[in-house]
Antibody
Framework: QLHLQESGPGLVKPSETLSLTCTVS??????????WAWIRQPPGKGLEWIGS???????YCNPSLKSRLTISVDTSKNQFSLKLSSVTAADTAVYYC?????????WGQGTLVTVSS | QSVLTQPPSVSGAPGQRVTISCTGS?????????VHWYQQFPGTAPKLLIY???NRPSGVPDRFSGSKSGTSASLAITGLQAEDEADYYC???????????FGGGTKLTVL
């Protein structure tokens, strides 16, 4: 059974960079069939796709976040990561990682990141 | 403003049938991209409920079904149960945005 787990700081200061890592267990991130995605959900609001990455390193980013977003993969650690720069309070959200096969079939439990000084 | 439009809330009594609509456009649902549905309980991650318009993952009761027509899709829940009370989201791909997109979510209340 595939398991995904997000990790990273729960508090980030405005204008700084938000960094999160998703560790995948129970399966290889190098599978040629899937992309690996980041999704976020502001408190009390809906879901927003942030971006996704293929094991080869090809990335797909939400156009509204693209200028601030870096997604990378480390196949040796079975991990993929998210960096979002110049954060503001609007970036406060629960961040989820998930496996993407056009649909999102496996999700991490999510981690709340608060942007505040 | 979400690319896919869902009603903010729906409700029904136990045993009834409810439907949740998801309206898109010619660049997403109308462009033949599949629609997928997720169920989310408070404080938990979303769970895949329907994929590829009308397919249920293993373990999802057949009370849940999906359909798609033109630029819209629907999730139907029959034999409504108290445990179905949750938020439901539709998701598809938008070729104009080159992005995967979600509906704004619908809160289902079981009366």
């Amino acid at each position: 059974q595939l398991h995904l787990q997000e990790s990273g700081p729960g508090l980030v200061k405005p204008s700084e960079t938000l960094s999160l890592t998703c560790t995948v267990s129970g399966g290889s991130i190098s599978s040629s069939s899937y992309n690996w995605a980041w999704i976020r959900q502001p408190p009390g609001k809906g879901l927003e796709w942030i971006g996704s990455i293929f094991y080869s390193g090809s990335t797909y980013c939400n156009p509204s976040l693209k200028s601030r977003l870096t997604i990378s993969v480390d196949t040796s650690k079975n991990q993929f990561s998210l960096k979002l720069s110049s954060v503001t309070a609007a970036d406060t959200a629960v961040y989820y990682c998930a496996r993407l096969n056009n649909f999102l079939d496996y999700w991490g439990q999510g981690t709340l990141v608060t942007v505040s000084s | 403003q979400s690319v896919l439009t869902q009603p903010p809330s729906v409700s029904g009594a136990p045993g009834q049938r409810v439907t949740i609509s998801c309206t898109g456009s010619s660049s997403n649902i109308g462009a033949a991209y599949d629609v997928h549905w997720y169920q989310q309980f408070p404080g938990t991650a979303p769970k895949l409920l329907i994929y590829g318009n009308n397919n249920r993952p293993s373990g999802v009761p057949d009370r849940f079904s999906g359909s798609k027509s033109g630029t819209s899709a629907s999730l139907a829940i029959t034999g409504l149960q108290a445990e179905d009370e949750a938020d439901y989201y539709c998701q598809s791909y938008d070729s104009s945005l080159s992005a995967w997109v979600f509906g704004g979510g619908t809160k289902l209340t079981v009366l």
